[in-house]
């Protein structure tokens, strides 16, 4: 009696965006704090997961990285499914990538639930002189579409680790 065994609430996060925006180096450094340049292409689905303290309390975060989603653009729902948070990543460095994300927003509000946490993330902030999208821009879109917003460098690790548990708290305060 009085002994509680109380395991990890769970969340899952999904990662999207477009091929080469630096998804699945985010996770790798967000999950193994490292940064491997020739990070070789996810096929299929990967699934990493690490366990955070927010306030005391241990979340277990499940992450699912979306290779090939963003290749045939084929709508797999179930990725989506039960989905808690949604880490929306564009490269600074490549526009297009930024002008995409509407399109990845869209799919997002179709097929997840619809208290799903989004955050945009320019990533590759590390190289800030070969940027074609600014700081204003990511902000004001985010602001409009009700997003947070943050660049990052899964390269130098700037804001990776602040990204995730963000997301993990903002989740927390909803539940
Ligand atoms: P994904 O297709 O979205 O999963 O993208 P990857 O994680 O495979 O990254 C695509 C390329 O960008 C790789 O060559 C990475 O090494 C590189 N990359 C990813 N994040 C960064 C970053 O923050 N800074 C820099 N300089 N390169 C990055």
Same mark, same amino acid.
């Given at each position: 009696?009085?002994?509680?065994?109380?395991?990890?609430?769970?969340?899952?996060y999904i990662?999207?965006?477009?091929?080469?925006?630096?998804?699945?180096? *985010? %996770?790798?450094?967000?999950?193994?704090?490292?940064?491997?340049?020739?990070?070789n292409?996810?096929?299929?689905?990967?699934?990493?997961?690490?366990?955070?303290n927010?306030?005391?309390?241990?979340?277990k975060?499940?992450?699912?990285d979306?290779?090939? %989603?963003? %290749?045939?653009?084929?709508?797999?729902k179930s990725?989506?499914?039960?989905a808690?948070v949604?880490? *929306?990543?564009?490269?600074?460095?490549?526009r297009?990538?930024f002008?995409?994300?509407?399109?990845?927003?869209d799919d997002?509000?179709?097929?997840a639930?619809?208290? *799903?946490?989004t955050?945009?993330?320019g990533?590759?902030?590390?190289?800030?002189?070969?940027?074609?999208?600014?700081y204003?821009?990511g902000e004001?879109?985010a602001?409009?579409h009700? *997003?947070?917003?943050?660049?990052s460098s899964?390269?130098t690790?700037?804001?990776v680790?602040e990204?995730f548990?963000?997301?993990?708290?903002t989740?927390?305060k909803?539940?």
């Open positions: 009696p009085g002994r509680e065994v109380s395991w990890p609430q769970a969340f899952k990662t999207i965006g477009d091929a080469g925006v630096g998804k699945s180096s *985010l %996770l790798l450094q967000f999950t193994d704090q490292r940064f491997q340049p020739e990070l292409p996810t096929i299929g689905c990967d699934f990493s997961m690490r366990i955070v927010i306030d005391g309390k241990p979340i975060l499940q992450i699912w979306t290779a090939g %989603l963003e %290749l045939f653009r084929s709508f797999n990725f989506y499914r039960s808690a949604a880490i *929306l990543v564009c490269d600074i460095t490549r297009e990538t002008d995409h994300v509407a399109g990845w927003l997002a509000v179709e097929a639930p619809a208290n *799903l946490t955050i945009l993330i990533n590759k902030c590390d190289l800030d002189s070969r940027r074609t999208v600014s204003e821009e004001n879109f602001k409009a009700g *997003l947070f917003f943050m660049e899964a390269k690790a700037q804001n680790e990204a548990t963000m997301a993990a708290r989740v927390c909803k539940i």
